[in-house]
């Protein structure tokens, strides 16, 4: 998909006034076959599904499997392909690529250097991802501004994603975890019980841990490194200026 700034102007001015389920139904309405979702199967993930296949919209979700995943995570996506009666495609590293890592660097060098992490969450995640987005022009995410510092202050509900040349649309950012958490529960939607164990935010699990009382949302991933690093690749390229939709007037 190329920039249009005409094209992302409306985009950016219907997406911002409507509901996250309406949202949903008219970019899917809008750019129909184009339109994909990344699950994790975390809680924000979890809602989006339900909008989804609930109301059977033509978004095709999809979910990287990295090889690394908690056992839970893989229960519940089960649950929720029985509850819908879905389809979720996973995309999975290139075997090539996990082999030679491992031979040179061992199973664990995440944990020797951020850029050892990085060099993983590449392979695990990234070059998946590039595959999976390939012929799609909007890629809808689970992403919260309150989950971290970067993503409140960084992102936007709708952006230019340049590296991935896609538009990324977020439906849940303004919404709390207290709130997603509720609509879940409300709903009756499977969701990953190591939430209720201090997880509020799941990935692999050698990167993830509980978070303690009083720490940030992401705190419990690759909890060894600097705070201000706790991006693994998808989401950390920042649009240019005249790509932002929505830039501060």
């Known amino acids: 998909m190329t920039f249009d700034p005409a094209l992302t102007e409306k985009i950016k001015t219907y997406l911002q006034v409507v509901t996250p389920e309406a949202g949903l139904a008219w970019i899917a309405g809008a750019f129909p076959g184009k339109v994909v979702f990344s699950t994790s199967f975390g809680m924000e993930d979890q809602a989006l599904t339900h909008f989804i296949l609930s109301n059977q919209l033509p978004i095709r979700i999809f979910t990287l499997d990295t090889g690394r995943q908690f056992q839970e995570t893989y229960s519940v996506w089960n649950k929720t392909i029985q509850k ?69 202050s960084q992102m936007s509900p709708v952006e230019w994603d340049a590296a991935h040349q896609v538009v990324k649309y977020h439906p849940l950012f303004h919404w709390t975890w207290q709130q997603t958490r509720d609509f879940v529960r409300t709903n009756g939607i499977p969701y990953n019980p190591l939430h209720d164990k201090g997880f509020l935010s799941v990935g692999c699990a050698p990167c993830t841990r509980a978070i303690r009382e009083g720490e940030d949302f992401r705190s419990g991933r690759w909890w060894w490194e600097d705070a201000s690093k706790k991006e693994c690749g998808l989401h950390e390229t920042a649009p240019s200026r005249e790509e932002v939709f929505f830039e501060e007037k």
Not at 90 to 108: Q, R, S, T
Not at 133 to 140: F, N, P, V, Y
């Open 84 to 152: 819908y009666n879905a389809t979720i495609k996973a995309y999975f590293p290139a075997l090539n690529a996990v082999e030679a890592l491992l031979a040179e660097k061992g199973p664990n060098s995440f944990y020797e250097s951020v850029e050892n992490r990085k060099e993983c969450c590449h392979i695990r995640k990234v070059e998946p991802l590039q595959r999976a987005l390939k012929d799609a022009d909007i890629w809808i995410t689970g992403i919260r501004a309150d989950q971290s510092a970067n993503r409140s």
